[in-house]
C-alpha cells in the first residue's frame, strides 16, 4: 500500500501533463467495474453454446462471439468496457462520441463487439485485424446481428511499410501478434503507415480512430499525419501499455489543433506507477 501511495503521489506531480484524469477513477477501476459486470451478468455468461469453430453469449440482448477455445472470462473484460459507459476503457464518451454520420476505423477490431457497437449506431467501420481467424470471428458476429458484412483488413499499422510474421492464438486470443521468425505457423501480414492506410482503403477520409493496438498506440498514430491533419477525425486511443505514451500521443496531438483528456487511472504494481488508462481527443474546430 505504502509503494502505491508513492506511485500516486509521483503521479499528481505530473497529472496535468497526464491528461488531469479525475481521480474518482481510483474508485471506478477497470478491475472493480469488471468484476461487478460478471457478477451482474453471471447467469447470461454461463449459458454458453458452441458449435466446431465459436462461443456464443447473449447480454443485454445483443449476441456476441467467441473463439471456441478461449475462455469466456476474456471475452466478459471487453463486455464489460463495452457495455458500461462509466467504464475507464469506454471509447463512446463526451469529447469523441460515436455518431451515425461517422466513418470509423477500429485499430484493434479483435472480436470485432465494438465494430458492430458503432456499426449499429449507423457509422460507416472500416476493421483493422491482423487475425485471419478473429477477422472469421468479426463476420460471424456481423452476421448474426443482421448487419452488413463489416470491410475487415487484415494488417498491422506501423511507423513503416513492411511485411511481418504473425502468429494466432486461438486459446488466448490476445496473445495473438506478430512473431520474430516465420514458421509453419504464422504466416505474414502487411504493415501499412496510418497515412497509406488512409489513401488506399478510405480515399473519402475518415472521422473517428478508436485504438489499442497493445503497446503500438502512439507510432500508429503518429504515422498519420497527414490524414489526421487533413480529416481533423476524433480519436480515442489507449495509453497505459507504455509509461510515456500519453505525453507522447497528446504532444503530438495538441500542436495539430486537438483538445486532449486523459480518463481512467491504472496501477501498474511491477513498475511501482499509474498510469492514464485513456486518452479522448477532438480538434478543436469540432468542439
Not at 487484415?154 to 486470443?173: M, Q, T
Not at 475518415?206 to 476524433?234: F, N, Q, V
Not at 487511472?265 to 499509474?274: D, R, S
Amino acid at each position: 500500500m505504502i509503494k502505491q501511495l508513492r506511485a500516486l503521489a509521483r503521479y499528481l506531480t505530473h497529472w496535468v501533463e497526464q491528461g488531469r484524469p479525475s481521480l474518482l477513477w481510483l474508485c471506478r477501476s477497470s478491475r472493480r467495474m469488471n468484476a461487478a459486470f460478471v457478477l451482474r451478468h453471471k447467469r447470461e455468461l454461463a449459458d454458453v453454446s458452441r458449435d466446431d469453430e465459436f462461443q456464443y453469449v447473449t447480454i443485454e440482448g445483443k449476441i456476441f462471439v467467441w473463439p471456441g477455445r478461449s475462455s469466456i472470462e476474456a471475452l466478459a473484460e471487453f463486455l464489460s468496457e463495452l457495455l458500461q459507459k462509466q467504464h475507464p476503457h469506454h471509447y463512446d464518451a463526451s469529447l469523441t462520441p460515436i455518431e451515425a454520420t461517422d466513418t470509423v476505423l477500429d485499430v484493434g477490431a479483435c472480436e470485432g463487439a465494438f465494430s458492430a457497437f458503432a456499426a449499429e449506431k449507423g457509422a460507416k467501420v472500416i476493421s483493422i485485424e491482423p487475425s485471419r481467424f478473429m477477422s472469421r470471428v468479426i463476420k460471424r458476429l456481423f452476421e448474426l446481428r443482421g448487419l452488413p458484412p463489416s470491410q475487415i483488413v487484415n494488417c498491422l499499422l506501423g511507423e513503416s511499410e513492411r511485411e511481418l510474421p504473425f502468429k494466432d492464438d486461438h486459446d488466448k486470443p490476445g496473445s495473438s501478434g506478430p512473431v520474430e521468425e516465420a514458421s509453419e505457423f504464422s504466416y505474414p501480414v502487411p504493415m501499412l503507415t496510418l497515412d497509406d492506410f488512409v489513401g488506399q482503403y478510405l480515399p473519402g477520409g475518415l472521422t473517428y480512430i478508436k485504438c489499442d493496438a497493445e503497446g503500438w498506440d502512439s507510432y500508429i498514430l503518429r504515422s498519420g499525419r497527414e490524414a489526421i491533419i487533413r480529416y481533423k477525425p476524433k480519436i480515442a486511443i489507449t495509453t497505459y501499455h507504455n509509461s510515456e505514451d500519453y505525453r507522447i500521443i497528446a504532444g503530438f496531438l495538441s500542436p495539430l489543433g486537438y483538445t486532449c483528456r486523459g480518463k481512467g487511472l491504472l496501477y501498474f504494481p511491477h513498475q511501482g506507477e499509474y498510469r492514464t488508462l485513456m486518452l479522448h481527443a477532438s480538434h478543436r474546430s469540432r468542439i
